[in-house]
């Protein structure tokens, strides 16, 4: 039964705690279908799914399997998808990536696999996806679907576009698709423009089918499917005409769903600060009114008459949130000495503070706070930037071979013995390139390399916003020097070091961005070595003096309603920050315009029009 916050929900949505909540849940469920099959002698077949999105519930399941003695002998898996005329082999197959991921930590033997065979020949495709649909039927159809869902909606690699009958076959990759997956085959150019893929119709078939979808980026899309019209534009959707079909979601892919963001609009809410926040700037929006111009009949005919009568009438209310939302403008994100702090984000004293940036990896830095660390060193205070992660993964091979081409031709008819061991190094870094050769996992020295030229580029890029050197650290968490995206696993040593990193510099405040990245993302890893860190240091003096500012790097934009800080920028401090980014090598997109969309937002409500805002929410137990 639907309760009525669900009501706008037309597929079976549950919104758990945490990913690894949900998967915990989700894996209980399915080892219990294994056991039940066991008992009764028979096999459970399961659909399964690749990305970043299933590895934790992977992960619970080889817990399962190795603490619980959950034996997968009666398993038979059927996998979504594969790139096609990628080798098996290859490090971003799909093949690899369960192997990696599951099969290889579980005892499910070999010939109970079966995953679309990527590396047949054009001629080969049809029949060989007719044998794929024959072996699922042979086995008596799939008991449970995993699934995970694109930013295009898509499950497997059902395009838009793609019927609701649609069988296993070859398609076409969508430029969206291409693009994320950018970043694991280290360019574009290198991601695969064709897949093999079930289609929505064998999916559809499956007896049970379980979506997860994790944090804030997936939101969208995700609200979509499970409230929207059932479209070919969104595979996801068809999941609405199933009838045990459900989505698993964490609090940051939920957002978007209505009762989530628009709870009043679905029955009597509890009023908290936040939330009456979040109703007037939604209201002042949706009508294109200023704050101060919402009326009484605006609030009562969009469901808030009951806010009226707890904080009404309309003119009180207004003033009551326009003077908050101003309250959160400060040219001062260290504090202002000297003057009442009162209404202000930050507190004045103690002056000056020591402000610590944490930054995931290099780029995500400049582009979301650059603005504010400028203004809070020519305001005098101790700013530290620390950068989490190396950011080697990101580093091209060309850029290898550029320096190692530069030192062989710097040493060049010099013939001293000085540069024999510059050349060797040369030498080795070419010899490893090759022998790895363009998406083999990189050897330590090339690691090292890419780590440098990272750091090149983020020194450079701080020092435009007023950053000296030796205010610049670098953490190289050991969970991304022995990792890869998408897989990532972070442990006590990341902690560790984080929390040793917290004790030095004992901050006043702490900025940190991916509270709502999706959790294995490397800024969804690193907020959870940072809550680990932050519980274990909850007792240290420096604590209880320390306010922390989260912010958002490449993620949606905080909203109006959850700024408490926003940071206001002119048209040349927004200029004089999108030149610091022209040291990278890869330019981030779009940080002009999410500056300029913050700075909108308080415009429309009715504030100050700015050229381009930094916004900060702070975070709470
Ligand atoms: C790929 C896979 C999908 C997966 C999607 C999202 O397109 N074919 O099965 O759901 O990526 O990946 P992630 O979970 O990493 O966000």
Redesign the pocket.
């Known amino acids: 039964m639907k309760s009525e916050a669900e009501q706008f929900e037309k597929v079976g949505t549950v919104v758990y705690e945490s990913s690894d909540e949900a998967c915990r849940v989700l894996a209980t469920e399915v080892a219990s279908l294994i056991r039940q099959r066991k008992a009764a002698s028979k096999n459970a077949v399961l659909g399964l799914?690749?990305?970043?999105?299933?590895v934790p519930f992977y992960r619970e399941l080889i817990r399962l399997h190795r603490e619980e003695g959950l034996s997968f002998e009666n398993v038979i898996t059927f996998n979504?998808?594969e790139y096609f005329g990628l080798e098996p082999q290859h490090h971003e197959s799909?093949f690899r990536f369960m192997r990696d991921q599951l099969f290889d930590h579980v005892n499910l033997p070999d010939s109970q696999i079966h995953i679309p065979p990527g590396m047949v020949t054009r001629e080969e495709v049809y029949t060989a996806c007719r044998e794929y649909e024959a072996k699922i039927e042979a086995v008596g159809g799939i008991d449970l679907q995993i699934?995970?869902?694109?930013?295009t909606g898509?499950?497997?690699?059902n395009e838009p576009g793609s019927s609701q009958d649609s069988l296993t076959r070859m398609i076409t990759l969508d430029k969206i698709?291409r693009e994320?997956?950018a970043r694991d085959f280290l360019g574009i150019e290198n991601v695969p423009r064709f897949?093999l893929?079930m289609g929505v119709g064998t999916i559809l078939r499956a007896r049970r089918i379980a979506l997860m979808a994790w944090g804030e980026n997936?939101a969208d899309i995700v609200a979509k499917a499970v409230e929207g019209e059932v479209t070919e534009a969104i595979s996801a959707s068809f999941l609405q005409r199933h009838e045990n079909a459900q989505f698993l979601l964490d609090r940051g892919a939920s957002r978007s769903l209505t009762r989530v963001k628009h709870p009043w609009l679905v029955g009597p809410v509890k009023w908290d600060d936040q939330l009456i926040r979040r109703a007037v700037t939604w209201l002042s929006n949706r009508l294109e009114k200023p704050v101060l111009k919402l009326l009484d009949e605006d609030y009562n005919e969009h469901g808030m008459s009951d806010l009226l009568t707890e904080c009404g009438p309309a003119y009180h209310l207004n003033i009551r949130i326009f003077n908050e939302l101003q309250h959160t403008i400060t040219g001062w994100p260290g504090g202002k000495p000297n003057e009442d702090d009162r209404y202000r984000p930050e507190r004045a004293l103690p002056y000056p503070k020591r402000s610590l940036f944490l930054v995931p990896e290099p780029m995500d830095d400049v582009p979301a706070v650059g603005g504010t660390i400028n203004r809070l060193i020519e305001q005098g205070h101790r700013v530290d930037v620390v950068f989490l992660t190396s950011g080697n993964l990101g580093v091209s091979d060309g850029s290898v071979e550029h320096f190692a081409t530069v030192l062989n031709d710097l040493a060049q008819g010099r013939g001293s013995n000085a540069w024999k061991e510059p050349v060797r190094y040369a030498g080795q870094l070419l010899g490893d390139l090759e022998n790895k050769g363009p998406f083999g996992e990189d050897t330590a020295a090339l690691r090292r390399l890419k780590g440098l030229v990272r750091r090149g580029e983020a020194r450079q890029a701080l020092h435009d916003c007023g950053m000296g050197a030796d205010r610049i650290h670098f953490l190289d968490l050991p969970f991304y020097e022995s990792g890869r995206y998408?897989r990532f696993a972070s442990g006590e040593a990341d902690v560790e070091a984080l929390r040793e990193c917290l004790t030095k510099f004992r901050p006043h405040q702490i900025y940190m961005t991916g509270s709502a990245s999706?959790p294995?993302s490397v800024t969804g890893v690193c907020y959870r070595v940072f809550q680990s860190t932050l519980q274990k240091t909850a007792k240290r003096k420096w604590r209880s003096d320390c306010r922390i500012w989260l912010y958002r790097s490449s993620e949606r934009p905080l909203g109006s309603y959850e700024i408490d800080m926003a940071v206001p920028m002119s048209p040349d401090q927004l200029k004089e920050k999108l030149s610091a980014l022209s040291h990278y090598d890869h330019e981030p997109e779009g940080v002009s315009e999410r500056d300029r969309m913050v700075a909108r937002y308080y415009d429309q409500l009715g504030l100050a029009n700015y050229e381009a805002i930094e916004a900060f929410q702070e975070w709470s137990e």
Do not use: C, M
Not at 49 to 54: H, I, K, M, N, R
Not at 147 to 151: E, H, P, S, Y
């Open positions: 799914a690749t990305g970043s999105t299933p979504l998808d799909y699934l995970g869902i694109g930013r898509h499950i497997g690699f698709t994320d997956a897949a893929t997936k998408r999706d294995s």
